[in-house]
């Protein structure tokens, strides 16, 4: 071994580590773990299991893994069968569905008794286990369950089918959703045992804390941040407000803007703009009102990472934590036509170093109106490594009628298909229409309800009038726990064939992606052995090829303080 590699070596014996990170508390880290929200999941891949039609038409209902086809006679069904560890960060059905009572077994690890044996009723009602409020949430015409379940080695998800009359409607038929991401061998410690120990119990506490309090930021205070206030200025037609301009590293905690008394004109013409780095393009660009979700008749809110009316009253909020490696420049650019008042702003950011697997936080908003044969509305392509983590979508048609609900989303992570969902209201965790059919009496917000506000999910604005031309559907949905990771690319659309023509479709979709990483000779987003190779090749080269991969401090010399920057990158196996 060489003198170079003996050194690295040691250095990554001393200090590097290699092995998938251990779950502690399977699920409930991942919402409680602020700063992972923006961290790759190395090796995970997330998927759905759903009712969607296998044929391709719209009988999203009683579809399974096993029996093939639409089943209509009361029969046993496989939902889904995974063979590799894993959790479930989330079950919907929608309200009258699960008041149904269909059953619900849980086989864990190649078990042929059910550990989880109950019904969909049960676990909505909150008479299942732990299983209670807020975790179990009843919005909209829907009901999800975000307690997680975990499973060491594999899971088989099975229920019993309702008979279906041959025509018409019933209310047994089968919707469901169960989205879960699997993991390499050995990251989840213990499946799901019905009891938690008292550090799940702890981790638990926290994350009801969190969905019992949103708004609050998610981490919580830090007394090492740094506050950039920016006061009340009003921003003429074609200019920018600079509200930060930060040389790295470091991460951004809090973003806030009020603007007091704001038309829809004014809210769309203001567009939040941030820029990492040395890149040529902002990795967000979008105007105010669909980044906050502001405006439009839309309902005050809030939600986790995101919101419109912050407990202290500074506005519109942003908690996703905004990784950058070496600068970030945050600006309020105007336009408009005409001046555009702005009652205060702040950035907090944390300085310090970034761990290789941090993403940058990208956004991107795109509207379209539909064209006649037009089948999708595409809402993301992007190539790289990352994952995705939720999603605003606007809708809005010259109809009395609410059929542009019924497309389904669709995502494709490294060229295959992941997510099949069943509709759009179900996507986001509605149902029915957001219960203006089928209306269930029972619901927190009443019969169709206008808005109901959910700490992931939520509408902000529905509504229409028999008679008249006008439908509108304003909706989000985070991915925090069941963020959808993909290796090379990831594409997100949603049909939207069943709207009119000249239907408004827009959607802004939030995704984290891996800048490129320094020394990555082989360009797959790690510091590893490979890369450590092309390295020691280039150990003291003054070559351009290799001052382009290695020379990381820019002094015109691969040498020891590149070896240092490379150690605190290297992620291993050695």
């Known amino acids: 071994m060489s003198w170079l590699k003996r050194t690295v070596a040691a250095a990554l014996l001393a200090g590097g580590s290699a092995t998938p990170a251990v779950m502690a508390a399977p699920g409930y880290e991942d919402y409680t773990s602020w700063a992972d929200w923006a961290r790759l999941r190395v090796g995970a891949r997330a998927g759905l299991a759903s009712s969607y039609d296998r044929?391709?038409?719209?009988?999203?209902?009683?579809?399974?893994?096993?029996?093939?086809?639409?089943?209509?006679?009361?029969?046993?069904?496989?939902?889904?069968?995974?063979?590799?560890?894993?959790?479930?960060?989330?079950?919907?059905?929608?309200?009258?569905?699960?008041?149904?009572?269909?059953?619900?077994?849980?086989?864990?690890?190649?078990?042929?008794?059910?550990?989880?044996?109950?019904?969909?009723?049960?676990?909505?009602?909150?008479?299942?286990?732990?299983?209670?409020?807020?975790?179990?949430?009843?919005?909209?015409?829907?009901?999800?369950?975000?307690?997680?379940?975990?499973?060491?080695?594999?899971?088989?998800?099975?229920?019993?089918?309702?008979?279906?009359?041959d025509s018409g409607w019933s209310a047994?038929?089968?919707?469901?959703?169960?989205?879960?991401?699997?993991?390499?061998?050995?990251?989840?410690?213990?499946?799901?045992?019905?009891?938690?120990?008292?550090?799940?119990?702890?981790?638990?506490?926290?994350?009801?804390?969190?969905?019992?309090?949103?708004?609050?930021?998610?981490?919580?205070?830090?007394?090492?941040?740094?506050?950039?206030?920016?006061p009340g200025t009003v921003i003429a037609p074609g200019d920018a407000l600079t509200l930060a301009e930060v040389t790295g590293p470091g991460t951004i905690r809090r973003l806030t803007v009020r603007m007091d008394g704001a038309t829809d004109e004014q809210l769309g013409a203001l567009h939040l703009v941030v820029t990492y780095d040395d890149e040529p393009a902002a990795a967000i660009d979008v105007a105010v009102s669909d980044f906050f979700g502001a405006g439009h008749q839309r309902a005050p809110y809030r939600s986790l990472p995101l919101g419109t009316d912050s407990p202290d009253g500074e506005g519109f909020y942003c908690y996703w934590p905004m990784p950058y490696r070496h600068s970030v420049s945050v600006a309020l650019a105007n336009t408009g036509a005409a001046a555009i008042p702005v009652d205060a702003a702040a950035v907090e950011y944390e300085p310090g170093p970034l761990a290789t697997e941090s993403c940058y936080l990208r956004v991107h908003a795109f509207s379209d109106v539909r064209e006649p044969g037009q089948v999708y509305h595409p809402m993301l392509s992007a190539a790289g490594r990352g994952h995705y983590v939720g999603s605003l979508l606007y809708l809005e048609q010259a109809s009395d009628q609410f059929n542009m609900l019924e497309g389904d989303e669709v995502v494709c992570a490294d060229g295959m298909e992941v997510i099949s969902g069943t509709g759009t209201e179900d996507a986001y965790n509605g149902g029915y229409y957001y219960n203006w059919v089928a209306v269930q009496g029972d619901e927190p917000e009443g019969p169709r309800p206008q808005a109901a506000i959910r700490p992931l999910h939520g509408i902000l604005y529905v509504h229409r009038e028999t008679g008249v031309a006008l439908a509108r559907a304003d909706q989000y949905r985070w991915c925090i726990g069941e963020r959808y990771p993909f290796s090379e690319s990831i594409e997100i659309r949603i049909e939207n064939k069943y709207s009119v023509v000249g239907a408004k479709w827009t959607s802004v979709v939030f995704w984290y992606q891996q800048p490129p990483v320094p020394a990555d000779a082989d360009g797959d987003g790690d510091l590893d052995l490979a890369d450590f190779a092309a390295f020691q090749g280039c150990f003291g080269a003054t070559t351009a090829d290799c001052l382009e991969l290695f020379d990381l401090d820019s002094s015109e010399a691969v040498d020891l303080a590149d070896l240092a920057a490379f150690h605190d990158g290297f992620t291993g196996p050695w």
């Open 55 to 165: 044929s391709g038409a719209n009988h999203d209902y009683s579809w399974y893994e096993w029996p093939e086809g639409l089943q209509k006679t009361e029969t046993p069904a496989i939902i889904r069968t995974i063979n590799s560890p894993g959790v479930v960060y989330r079950f919907w059905m929608p309200h009258v569905t699960a008041d149904c009572g269909f059953m619900v077994r849980m086989f864990f690890d190649g078990e042929q008794t059910p550990r989880i044996d109950t019904t969909s009723d049960a676990v909505y009602d909150g008479a299942f286990s732990y299983f209670t409020s807020p975790l179990v949430t009843t919005c909209a015409g829907g009901q999800v369950c975000y307690e997680p379940i975990p499973f060491a080695h594999s899971l088989r998800i099975e229920t019993v089918n309702h008979e279906l009359p």
């Open 172 to 230: 047994h038929r089968h919707y469901y959703q169960y989205s879960y991401v699997t993991f390499a061998e050995g990251t989840v410690p213990q499946s799901y045992t019905g009891t938690l120990s008292a550090e799940q119990q702890q981790a638990r506490a926290r994350m009801v804390e969190l969905f019992d309090n949103p708004g609050e930021h998610p981490a919580g205070d830090s007394p090492t941040a740094v506050l950039l206030s920016t």
